[in-house]
């Protein structure tokens, strides 16, 4: 019994290559997308303006 499909591509070609170091930026820009997005998370200096559902109410009511 073979070990190695019969259509497989030769290891360590081009294409295969080219794909590598495509999935290593695209891991990459993940990750550093996720870093960038657990710091924002720790700044926590986020706070609402104003309560949003004072703000919806009063909407509703033709206040604003």
Known sequence: MPTVPIRSKAAGSDTDQDEVTQLSEALRAAER?????????????VEPVEDWSTWYAEYLLGLR
Do not use: K, M, N
Request: glycine share 16%; net charge neutral; no cysteine.
């Open 33 to 45: 997308a996720y870093g960038a997005y657990r710091a924002e998370l720790r700044q926590g200096d």
